[in-house]
């Protein structure tokens, strides 16, 4: 894999709290790579970390596969607070202030920034005329002053109505397919799903797996069966299949099988050749996000 950034056994503390503890992955060049957990999980101390902005007390961290430079930072755009704009400017007239202040890019550089973005068309209106979405696309437009080839967003969509969500997802996609590699934290596992193609799972700041967002998030099949005596039906069911995972809520079995197994017609003849009739058979394709509370909650 070629890395844009590993990471490698970091951990930090704030007094007694350990936000980060021997957290080591890698970041591959072009993907879309969401760091995905729950609150307090350590995603902003990470994040910040990589940036600079705050110090590891243990372990390191590496750019493009060298020790951190100024000329590497340049090809670093972020995005950990949204700035503040001037209400009453343009758009453009807020990135000349926002240029003039971080050096990042030129003048010429706004106009193709906003074309990024998508605001180009509204580049001369007030900030205070625009909507959620379009505020967070300036912010992201800030960001990629200067054409940086890696962006880092945290929690990207956090405080947008549904429509700005749709817009930041979709302008993240596009910024991937111009080729920029983009690094993102979020608590939402459906918008990972959504936007990135790789995936760390990070809880209380360990982290529990990394990796393709198709292989690590996988869609599990779920089967709701149930009959009229279930202690028997799962003593039954436990032949049924190595691979077959059982819970049990109430009077019901939930089966999990992995994506694609789950075959009805295949349990249900099972079961009626071992003497069981079901009076429930019910095929639930959904069970990622049961799967992320399960995998963050233990
Ligand atoms: P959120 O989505 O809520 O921002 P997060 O995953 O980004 O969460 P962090 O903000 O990195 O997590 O916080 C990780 C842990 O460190 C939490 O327990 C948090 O309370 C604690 N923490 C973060 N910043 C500080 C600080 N400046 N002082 C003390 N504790 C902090």
Not at 232 to 252: C, F, H, N
Not at 258 to 287: M, Q, T
Request: proline content about 3%; charged content about 25%; glycine content about 8%.
């Amino acid at each position: 894999m070629n890395a844009i950034l590993s990471i490698n056994n970091i951990a930090k503390s704030y007094g007694r709290i350990k936000a980060l503890d021997g957290l080591s992955f890698e970041v591959p060049a072009g993907s879309v790579f969401g760091i995905l957990g729950p609150n307090g999980s350590g995603k902003t101390t990470l994040l910040s970390i990589i940036l600079d902005v705050l110090r590891a007390d243990q372990g390191n961290f590496s750019w493009f596969g060298q020790p951190g430079s100024p000329q590497q930072r340049r090809k670093i755009g972020s995005l950990l607070e949204t700035p503040n704009f001037y209400h009453y400017l343009s758009a453009v007239n807020n990135l000349k202030i926002t240029h003039s202040i971080s050096g990042r890019g030129s003048r010429e550089n706004i106009d193709t920034v906003l074309e990024k973005v998508n605001l180009f068309d509204r580049r001369n209106s007030r900030f205070s005329s625009y909507s959620l979405g379009m505020k967070q696309r300036l912010a992201i437009a800030a960001a990629l002053l200067g054409d940086p080839q890696v962006l880092v967003l945290d929690e990207p969509t956090n405080g947008l109505d549904p429509v700005g969500i749709a817009e930041i997802r979709a302008l993240i996609i596009e910024l991937s397919k111009k080729g920029h590699t983009i690094i993102m934290a979020s608590h939402l596992l459906d918008e990972v799903e959504k936007v990135c193609t790789h995936v760390a799972i990070l809880k209380k700041g360990t982290l529990l797996t990394t990796g393709d967002v198709n292989e690590v998030l996988v869609d599990d099949d779920l089967v709701e069966i149930g009959s009229g005596d279930p202690d028997a039906l799962w003593e039954v069911m436990k032949g049924y299949s190595d691979q077959l995972k059982i819970t049990r809520e109430g009077s019901i079995l939930h089966l999990i099988l992995p994506k694609g197994e789950a075959r009805l017609d295949d349990i249900n003849h099972y079961c009626f050749s071992k003497g069981i009739v079901l009076n429930h058979l019910v095929f639930k394709k959904k069970r990622l996000e049961a799967k992320f509370f399960e995998l963050t909650n233990n």
